[in-house]
Nanobody, 128 residues
Framework: EEKVVESGGGSVSAGGSLRLSCTAS????????MGWFRQAPGNRREGVAA???????NYVDSVKGRFTVSQDNAKNTLYLQMNSLQVEDTAMYYC??????????????????????WGQGTQVTVSS
């Protein structure tokens, strides 16, 4: 059974940086498209950044130029380097994985429906 585990959240002042990590495990025969989503209290879960099975990246407009997503395919590990953090970035950050398959990836388009497997989340808090 696949398992997704996030780490690296924490508290930081506005303008600071954090790096999140996520590992998908459980089936060594599979490869995954992986992505980061976030949900602030009272808000819907939204896509932040994703890496497709061919290595392409996608970002929501609000984090472009500040966040960088990368993937270590050999380890099925996903990273999110977050720089110039803003108070508005405060949320629970979730990692998701979608098994690679022919055709468009919903996860890569940052749709919540695209995640086959989800982590429990890691909290990111940015203070002013």
């Amino acid at each position: 059974e696949e398992k997704v585990v996030e780490s690296g959240g924490g508290s930081v002042s506005a303008g600071g940086s954090l790096r999140l990590s996520c590992t998908a495990s459980g089936n060594t025969n599979k490869t995954y498209s992986m992505g980061w989503f976030r949900q602030a209290p009272g808000n819907r879960r939204e896509g932040v950044a994703a890496v497709d099975c061919d290595g392409a990246t996608n970002y929501v407009d609000s984090v472009k130029g500040r966040f960088t997503v990368s993937q270590d395919n050999a380890k099925n590990t996903l990273y999110l380097q977050m720089n110039s953090l803003q108070v508005e970035d405060t949320a629970m950050y979730y990692c998701a994985a979608e098994t690679c398959h022919p055709g468009p990836s919903l996860l890569f388009t940052l749709l919540v429906a695209g995640g086959d497997y989800w982590g429990q989340g890691t909290q990111v808090t940015v203070s002013s």
